[in-house]
């Protein structure tokens, strides 16, 4: 009988410190964009804007990662999303609105939201 071993897919996401996150904290209430604050910390552009957006839409705390995991009513769902995709609010619009600290529920919540962001930061 032939024993197979199956390897576990190693976490490849980058985990940063609360010292790396507080600098770059620092250099996005400078108002530094996204291309420059990747390339001074040598992060993903998506990462950088990722951050930019939380800071913009809920501020430092959920650039911190600070405000873990939350759960949201029916009634802010449906409010979220109508005004995103009835109303036209930006995706950082409808976060700051509803204090939504992650682009992933709108996602869920509204289909035709693209995986990148274009244009709501």
């Known amino acids: 009988m032939e024993v197979r071993f199956f390897r576990m897919r190693e ?12 600098e770059a904290l620092r250099l996005i209430e400078a108002g530094v964009g996204k291309r420059s604050l990747a390339r001074r910390f040598a992060m993903p552009v998506q990462t950088a804007e990722k ?13 911190m990662g600070t405000t873990g995991n939350r759960r949201y009513g029916w009634e802010t769902k449906v409010a979220a999303a109508r005004d995103h995709v009835e109303n036209g609010l930006s995706v950082g619009e409808v976060m700051a609105r509803y204090g939504i600290a992650s682009i ?15 244009g709501g930061v």
């Open 11 to 22: 976490d490849r996401r980058k985990h940063y410190d609360d010292g790396f996150r507080r």
């Open 104 to 118: 992933a529920p709108l996602q869920r919540w509204c289909p035709r939201i693209p995986c990148r962001w274009r």
């Open 51 to 63: 951050w930019i957006m939380l800071y913009r839409s809920n501020g430092g705390e959920a650039v």
